[in-house]
């Protein structure tokens, strides 16, 4: 049973690495700088 | 939790707790990616420069209205503000530990969840089945992924850890002495985030009208309980009341839709919003960094939708409570309307709508999401030979919420794509312009002069900014750094200006641009530039005694207008409250070598070479070349760097 429940979850891991993956927005970068003002 | 084996609903037994850490692994999972990602957002505010988690002898000023006075970031919300120092003690400044422990929290908190979820009485497939929802929904990606926004992580575990010690001295399993305990919990969970303020009433209905059938405690201390969890909130809104005269930290701020347009407007848009959290939270699209904050009319239809949909759902969730069948129904609706109470728009917020404010409040909405989706799986598995099949709709949602989680994580991985996706999701956002322009610039890092596409899309952004809200202080700033950057110095100094003239909060970074832009206003005599630039310096280091970066802009000013020792002084403070900024080391090197201190300049630069090696290549290397030529011509002995101290003693 628990192998049955991580092999489930396994599953819901990928699905969830592929579907996240081909959601993610593509965006062209400036940079990765810190520096930044808030908003709250 | 259960300690023997249990039935999760497809025949076998399970251990309940390798089912949750397998939940939770998952939840995990989902958040991986973010511990690459740099400090964004607020966490330069929070964390970089503030240089009061740098100096933990002064924490007890949180207890004071000094703290409002010096500006100390998050002031009002002192249990954060330990929180943030005992990380910053413990990891540094490495944004990988920091997004460790904004994970670490989040599975904290659904781990709380599951204890209380079984305190209630929720069987395991249930409590399973939430505490998954809850942990993947997309909502939280903000939450989670920013880590100035750990509050709502944070205020949440503290929260549920009070209610789950509330729930066990009220069934009497521990003495009443641990009541001070459930208020102290209490209260350093409001004193987190005040988001939390309405969670005893959510443990108040629970306990009256509580799904799951319990056998009655023997000592029931429910009153008394429920008596020291209101208590614990009303501790931290005292101390808040003590700090700024009210509930409000914003008092008159520009920044507060209702200080401007009234409460009544705010309100009717704010009924709006709550319909759009409800769809963002069972159906996540539509999720982003920004949202515009704007009035509606009572007489607006939508207005009108929202408001009869979200009454008629309340109403539906009370009706339900009555009902023992389905009392679960009833009980997620109404403790998710408790919930959202507190970032409702009743009380001030500077933000109307954030993904962040569903934090808590999605909880017992994933409670009967989950309990939604697993009678659907029974409804599903009906006739069918393999049992598995109940939990088809519930794995098929977690893994749409979890999947729409990692891509929205993913808006967070660093500033420039921040705004951008910002910018592009609230389009008559000024500040998600404004930043965009900002960020353009910063993207140039260390070049001398912009070229001319990046200054004219950088000024086409903040002019589109302006324009947007002639109001927004970014939008000047943006101004100011594109004029800065074409070394335009009265033009930026005017931006700037303006910006200061438009907001009263968090300032300094203007107030240090403004010291170092006066030294370079055109003037017949230099004196006047000279105390203007005091003048702001004074200022800011007034009003912003934890700011390096207002204390690194007054010492560099104080260097360049011949006050040395001064300036030492200054940077030396500057240093202590933010001793991972190259440019205060640098700056104070080259006031060693002004001075003709060679042999100290070397001491400091050989002592800070980790901390100068995040500066850009060419201004290293300038540094290098400029100690190597000064030895040259320096009649001080090779070994006189090693007997003399540096700028910054350890």
């Known amino acids: 049973m628990t192998r049955q429940l991580l092999a489930l979850l396994a599953i819901a891991a990928m699905g969830i690495a592929v579907g996240g993956m081909a959601c993610i927005d593509t965006i062209n970068e400036f940079d990765n700088a810190d520096e930044g003002y808030g908003a709250t | 939790m259960e300690h023997g084996p249990s039935r999760a ?52 000023l949180l207890f004071s209205r000094r703290a409002v006075q010096a500006n100390v970031p998050d002031a009002f919300r002192p249990t954060l503000v330990v929180f943030d120092t005992l990380a910053y003690g413990l990891l540094g400044l490495r944004p990988v530990f920091h997004h460790a422990v904004s994970v670490g929290l989040h599975l904290a908190v659904c781990l709380s969840f599951a204890h209380y979820l079984e305190k209630l009485g929720a069987p395991l497939a249930l409590r399973l089945g939430t505490v998954g929802i809850f942990g993947v929904m997309a909502v939280h990606a903000e939450a989670v992924a920013v880590i100035s926004f750990r509050e709502d992580l944070l205020a949440a575990w503290l929260g549920l850890l009070a209610l789950n010690l509330a729930q066990r001295c009220a069934d009497g399993q521990v003495g009443a002495s641990w009541l001070v305990v459930v208020v102290a919990l209490c209260a350093l969970a409001s004193g987190a985030k005040m988001s939390v303020a309405t969670l005893p009433w959510v ?85 982003s960094p920004e949202y515009v904050d704007r009035a509606a009319g009572w007489a607006e239809v939508a207005t009108w939708l929202a408001a009869s949909s979200l009454g008629l759902l309340f109403a539906y969730g009370v009706f339900c409570l009555r009902s023992d069948r389905r009392r679960l129904t009833g009980f997620s609706v109404v403790a998710a309307f408790i919930l959202a109470l507190p970032t409702s728009n009743l009380f001030p917020l500077p933000n109307m709508q954030a993904d962040r404010f569903l934090y808590l409040s999605s909880a017992p909405v994933a409670l009967g999401l989950a309990a939604a989706a697993l009678h659907a799986g029974r409804w599903v598995a009906r006739g069918r030979s393999y049992s598995g099949w109940i ?120 107030l240090g641009s403004l010291t170092q832009l006066s030294l370079d206003l055109p003037s017949d ?115 006189e760097p090693l007997l003399v101290p540096g700028v910054f003693p350890p």
């Open chain 2, 9 to 60: 609903g497809w025949g076998e037994p399970i251990s309940p707790r390798h089912a949750l850490a397998g939940v939770l692994l998952v939840v995990a999972a989902v958040y991986l990616p973010t511990l690459g990602f740099p400090l964004v957002y607020d966490d330069g505010w929070v964390l970089s420069s503030n240089g009061f988690i740098r100096h933990v002898g002064d924490l007890p």
């Open chain 2, 203 to 287: 443990w108040i209905v629970a306990r009256r009208y509580g799904p799951w059938r319990r056998v009655p405690p023997v000592h029931d201390r429910s009153l008394l309980v429920a008596g020291a969890l209101v208590c614990g909130v009303a501790l931290a809104v005292g101390h808040r009341c003590y700090l700024y005269g009210g509930l409000s930290p914003y008092g008159e701020s520009a920044h507060v839709l209702s200080n401007t347009v009234g409460l009544a407007p705010v309100l009717a848009r704010s009924v709006q919003i709550h319909l759009t959290y409800l769809q963002q939270l069972v159906v996540p699209f539509r999720l």
């Open chain 2, 391 to 510: 939990v088809a709709p519930l794995v098929g949602f977690g893994v749409v919420q979890g999947a729409v989680a990692y891509a929205t994580a993913a808006t967070y991985a660093n500033n420039a794509t921040l705004w951008q996706v910002a910018s592009r999701r609230a389009p008559l956002s000024a500040r998600a312009r404004a930043m965009v322009g900002i960020q353009r610039i910063i993207a140039t890092g260390d070049r001398e002069i912009l070229d001319a596409k990046v200054t004219a899309l950088a000024r086409a952004d903040c002019r589109r900014a302006r324009q947007l809200d002639p109001q927004e202080e970014l939008a000047h700033i943006c101004l100011g750094r594109v004029a800065i950057a074409q070394r335009r110095w009265s033009v930026a100094h005017g931006h700037y200006e303006q910006a200061l003239r438009r907001t009263p909060r968090r300032t300094d970074l203007v």
């Open chain 2, 525 to 639: 005599d230099p004196r006047d530039r000279y105390t203007l630039a005091a003048e702001y310096a004074s200022r800011g280091m007034r009003e912003y005694p934890y700011s390096a970066d207002m204390l690194a802009a007054a010492a560099r000013a104080f260097h360049r207008t011949g006050h040395p020792y001064t300036a030492l002084v200054l940077y030396r403070g500057a240093r202590s409250m933010r001793p991972e900024r190259w440019e205060t080391v640098a700056a104070a090197v080259e006031l060693m070598l002004d001075l003709g201190h060679i042999p100290t300049a070397q001491r400091t630069f050989w002592e800070q070479r980790d901390v100068l090696r995040s500066a850009p290549d060419s201004r290293y290397r300038a540094i290098a070349a400029r100690l190597r030529h000064a030895q040259d011509f320096s009649s001080d002995s090779v070994i």
